[in-house]
Structures are given as C-alpha cells and as structure tokens.
C-alpha cells in the first residue's frame, strides 16, 4: 500500500494474528498486511514484513527466520511483534512525527499481562497515549451497531487465533467467551488431514489455500474439487492428488464443532431479556473466518436463530476502531480500562 504523509494523527490497529490493519484519523484504511516478519537469525534484523515476508513461507534458507510474532490474538515475541508494529507505524506516517493517540484492538479474553504487552509494545514503538478496545466491540461498532443502545447484539467474531464471542449492550460487554479455536487452527486441520490420510505433507500456504477455495461447514450444492502438491511421506517424492470439498469439510469438522459450542455455550449464560433481542436481531459474524462457506448455515441450524455475514468481514474490526477515533469523546465509555498490576 502507497505511503501517505502526515505530521501526527491518531490511528487505531487491528493486531491480527494473520493480518495487521491500521486506520488512520481522516484517511481511512492505510495498511492491511499479514503479520509476518522475516528476521536474520544471528542478528534479528528484520528482512522483511507483511506480503513480502509471508511469500517467503516454507521457502527460506538457514539464516532466515519467518514467523508471526502473535499467537492466538496476543503477542508471543515481543521484541519482533515491536518492531513489525513500528515497521508498519513508520510506513503509514511516512517517517515523520509517531502518532498522538492510538488504539490497539485485542482480544476480549485477554490476561492483564497480555493487556501491558500490546500497550508496551505500541509505546515502545513510538505511541504517546495507548488505548486497549475489545475485538468484538470494535466489530459490533465496525458494522454500524449502535453499542450505546440498552439492545442485546451477539457477535462472533472469527479471526486467524481466536474466536471472540460477545453478547454487547449499553457500551459494555454482558457475557463472553473467547477459545483460541479459528481460522489457523483450521488450516492446521487440513495439514493434519492430509498427512493421516494421504500420507502427504502439505504447507501453510497450501492449507490456507485449500480452505480458502473449497473449505465449507455443510454440504454444498455444488461440490468441488482441487489439485493438491506436497510431499509424499513414504517415498519422499513431490507428488499430486485431487481432493474434493467433501473431504476439507471432514478435515474442518472438529475446529467447526469447537466454535459452534461456544456459540451454543454463550447463548446459554446469556440473560433473558437480552437473549430476547438476539431471537429478534439475531447473530453478527464478522473476522476472516466468517467467510467460510456455509458457516453461516451451520450456525443458523444449530442455534435457531437468524445469522448474518457483517459486509467486509475482515476489516469490520479496524473500522470499528477508526469511528472510535473519530468520535473519540463518544465511545470513550467502550475502551477497556486499565489495571496496575
């Protein structure tokens, strides 16, 4: 994405564990990149980041290192995740004055100490006030949810480590749940499938491929079928075989089963009154997972109720955190506030 210049602007960002958007005050979406960093080894030095760094997966040499700083939605390296953040700060301001305020969206199960290394981590790379907000809440706000209202809105909120589920009402989050249950786990599932029962090893890209074209949670009208290359285990030879959706949607069934009782579980903890507006409004999905073909069905079949598809799915969070920013005095009630340890 082109660079744009400003002095100092607020910017708010999502800290995907696939994928890193940031929205800037007046301008927009300005970046939207996988959180991939490709580091030196010996030095740590990065090499590159973001689509550059994610085409080299499964294809480096010795010296390189190419990993995702996060796992499931919070930081596991913090000294990489700090410098991919300021890499990308420094891209979007155009290496002039760090941003004045910047909210980050995290996890709704986040740990306090979890919570002190993404605010850690945003200063160090150069931000002056630091504001911590709730992935479902940003996403409930990104699709034009009005949070004030004293209405009961249930979002499920899929992204690449967990899978954030909330029941939001009067600027706040009534009921929860959060499982480190998603769309990485769902391509490791199909990783898994094809080395049980083809004896092949496929790689992340490939899975993720697979699970992007043909990956479905109900049986389809159409069923599909595609070439896969990898690696067979026996003989060590590359080879190729054919799969067809059916076989994706039995490799996805277990992390599909995982998010779907969450759902059930958080209906069940929900209080009546509110349940009641979601019979009315039914379910919100948002995050990238929700673009899986037939979630939709599978969860409108397990819990009754209507279930929508948020336009834009993936950027559904960071838009709801760039109206934050812009009507910061508006939404100051929906950040979560901090703790000293």
């Known amino acids: 994405m082109v660079a744009w210049s400003l002095f100092s602007s607020d910017i ?11 929205w800037a005050k007046g301008h927009g ?39 995702r700083p996060l796992k499931d939605g919070v930081i596991a390296d913090f000294e990489i995740a700090e410098s991919m953040l300021r890499a990308f700060i420094r891209r979007v301001t155009n290496g002039m004055l760090p941003p004045r305020r910047v909210i ?4 709704v199960g986040i740990t306090e100490v979890e919570k ?23 996403a409930a706000i990104g699709v ?5 209202e004293p209405t009961g809105n249930m979002i499920v909120d899929i992204g690449g480590g967990t899978t954030e589920i909330a029941v939001i009402a009067l600027s706040g989050i009534v009921a929860e749940e959060s499982v480190r249950i998603a769309g990485d786990e769902m391509t490791n599932a199909i990783i898994q499938y094809f080395r049980r029962q083809h004896n092949m090893l496929i790689g992340e890209r490939t ?5 992007c074209q043909i990956g479905s949670a109900v049986p389809l009208e159409e069923e599909y079928e595609i070439e896969v290359r990898g690696r067979n285990l026996v003989t060590g030879i590359p080879q190729m075989i054919r799969v067809t959706s059916e076989e994706i949607r ?50 409108e079949e397990a819990t009754e109720l209507p279930v929508h598809v948020a336009e834009d799915p993936l950027t559904a969070v960071v838009r709801g955190g760039g109206k934050v920013l812009e009507e910061f005095e508006a939404y100051q009630s929906v950040l979560l506030k901090p703790r000293r340890l």
Do not use: F
């Open 104 to 107: 980050v969206c995290v996890p």
């Open 250 to 299: 039995h490799a996805l069934e277990e992390p599909i089963t995982v998010i779907v009782q969450a759902v059930l579980s958080l209906l069940e903890r929900t209080p009546p009154e509110l349940a009641a507006d979601i019979y009315d409004r039914g379910i919100v999905l948002t995050g990238g997972g929700a673009l899986l073909k037939g979630l939709d069905r599978r969860l």
């Open 29 to 67: 979406i300005v970046l939207n990149e996988p959180s991939v960093v490709a580091y030196d080894r010996t030095t740590r030095q990065l090499i590159a980041l973001g689509h550059e760094a994610h085409a080299m997966i499964g294809k480096t040499h010795r010296d390189i290192r190419v990993v």
């Open 12 to 22: 708010a960002i999502d800290l995907g564990t696939a994928n890193t958007l940031i």
């Open 144 to 148: 034009g949810i009005d949070v004030h």
């Open 207 to 211: 899975a993720e491929t697979i699970k």
């Open 116 to 138: 002190r290394a993404v605010r850690d981590s945003a200063e160090q790379a150069g931000a002056k006030d630091v504001y911590l907000l709730a992935e479902p809440m940003a």
